[in-house]
């Protein structure tokens, strides 16, 4: 398996110097030239959540050797995840939630960034890279504080993590800021999660800056979802999930799905994409924006308009304007035309506006206020007793209106991304507790005695740990922030 760049198709590289590389030099993404297809569902049905992974990730990672690629599962997937499954499918009336915040920072970046280290190693490996590696990442909230978890401690490598300074909630922030390990380090941003996506990009894009880092003995990385090593691991679960529907007899063998994905990034979904690419039976993909709705105007009318207010939620990790992974859905729904996506996307980022016309019918895009998302949660609560995010609120929300519009009968799972206790104040608010001048472990404990769920441990943990980072910075400061810290040591 090759991967090539969706804005130069003379790129061709491996596995391992794509997972290195997180994004091609021209600014373009790296794809699969193909998707390997699975022949008989039927195979899978005896396998677990790790055989499914080493079955999935050795085709998409052909370069890195079987051996290491188990070994890398069965040590990203072990008891830092609360539940043996990793992915529990949870029924509750006639949809499935499956539940991807079992892992050590409760939201769904664990799944892909609990393995990324090990691959990242591996690649390292294979290309005889002696230098150290330094991990670039811009978060909206989950991607950094799982990151920082996942790559603290590692030698040869170092973690730099971009938050935007009031686009994360308490807890995400406090996770980030008292993390612990002399390789990691975190800055607030003063903008917002695009300032910070951008920024990043930026970095990678400005090669004189990373001939210097080489010279000093570095080279750059990415944790986001950009890199292919982050896409990958996420198609698993697409897979599992089926598979344990079959196991159930909750469908037939090739029955049809849909997927509800509350979407930020896009990174998420596309996995969902590369499964029915392989060929998963998947009805469709639902694309679930909060008020933040560039993504689901776009599969309304294919124009992509991103010249708007970035608006605060109360579901910060997909407060995004500027959907990254996009770029690779539209670069596979186009057969793989470079000059047109680097057309595209340079009118992106001058006008903040492009139109482009390609079916997109694996799709239905829709989008959930803030008092929809207040409605989800404390309807799921007061009716079936199930607690959700306000992540997970918003996909529920919108397959509400969905089903209500199409009338659509297909078994569904909504993707459930992060624990509600992630989010607190606004989970609590919905269901009806007071949280006006309370603090935030207050509100916390209140959650937990009224849903009768046990805090989970890595909150718990939190409210006794101290701060170690307390570097802030503008955006045109964070290449400056990166030679401060590279220098340090
Ligand atoms: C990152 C994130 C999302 C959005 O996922 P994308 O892959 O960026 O679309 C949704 N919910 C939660 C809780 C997240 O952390």
């Not at 897979?239 to 063998?253: A, C, P, Q």
Request: hydrophobic letters at 40%; aromatic letters at 10%.
């Amino acid at each position: 398996m090759k991967y090539t760049s969706t804005r130069d198709k003379s790129v061709s590289i491996s596995a391992s110097e794509a997972i290195i590389q997180g994004i091609s030099k021209e600014g373009g993404l790296f794809v699969p030239k193909y998707f390997p297809k699975i022949k008989e569902l039927v195979d899978l049905i005896d396998m677990n959540y790790e055989e499914i992974a080493v079955f999935i990730m050795s085709q998409f990672f052909s370069d890195i050797p079987l051996e290491k690629i188990k070994e890398s599962v069965y040590k990203a997937y072990d008891d830092k995840f609360k539940s043996s499954l990793i992915t529990p499918l949870v029924k509750v009336d006639d949809v499935f939630f499956l539940e991807l915040y079992h892992g050590p920072t409760l939201a769904f970046k664990d799944i892909a960034l609990s393995i990324l280290p090990y691959l990242l190693k591996e690649s390292i490996k294979i290309n005889q890279i002696t230098k150290d590696v330094v991990i670039l990442t811009a978060t909206s909230g989950d991607t950094g504080k799982a990151a920082l978890e996942a790559f603290a401690h590692i030698d040869g490598i170092k973690i730099i993590v971009f938050f935007p300074k009031d686009g994360v909630s308490q807890v995400q922030k406090l996770q980030m800021i008292t993390q612990e390990g002399h390789n990691t380090c975190v800055i607030s941003i003063n903008g917002n999660f695009d300032d910070a996506q951008s920024g990043v990009k930026e970095i990678f894009n400005d090669l004189e800056f990373i001939d210097e880092l080489f010279k000093n003995d570095y080279v750059l990385s990415s944790a986001n979802s950009i890199n292919i090593g982050r896409l990958v691991p996420q198609v698993v679960y697409y897979f599992n999930s089926y598979v344990t529907l079959l196991k159930n007899g909750d469908i037939n063998i090739d029955e049809k799905v849909n997927f509800v994905v509350p979407t930020g990034n896009f990174g998420n979904i596309l996995a969902g994409y590369y499964a029915k690419e392989m060929g998963l039976p998947i009805n469709k993909l639902i694309c679930a924006s909060n008020d933040n709705n560039v993504l689901s105007d776009f599969l309304d009318t294919g124009v992509y308009d991103k010249n708007r207010e970035l608006i605060l939620s109360t579901s910060p990790s997909m407060d995004i304007l500027i959907s990254s992974n996009l770029e690779r859905l539209l670069f596979h729904k186009s057969q793989g035309d470079d000059k047109l996506l680097a057309d595209k996307m340079n009118q992106l980022s001058e006008r903040g506006v492009y139109e482009i016309d390609l079916s997109l019918n694996d799709f239905y895009g829709s989008y959930a206020s803030e008092e929809e998302v207040s409605l989800s949660i404390n309807s799921l609560f007061q009716n079936n007793d199930y607690l959700v995010d306000p992540h997970t609120a918003v996909a529920h929300r919108v397959y509400t209106k969905y089903k209500d519009l199409t009338k659509d009968k297909t078994k569904t799972i909504i993707v459930s991304t992060a624990s509600p206790f992630k989010f607190g104040p606004k989970v609590a608010s919905s269901i009806g507790l007071n949280v006006k001048d309370k603090d935030e472990f207050t509100i916390l404990k209140n959650l937990s005695q009224l849903s009768k769920i046990d805090l989970p441990a890595p909150i718990k943990d939190l409210e006794n740990k101290d701060i170690k980072h307390f570097n802030s910075c503008n955006k045109q400061e964070m290449k400056e922030m990166v030679e401060l810290f590279l220098r340090r040591d």
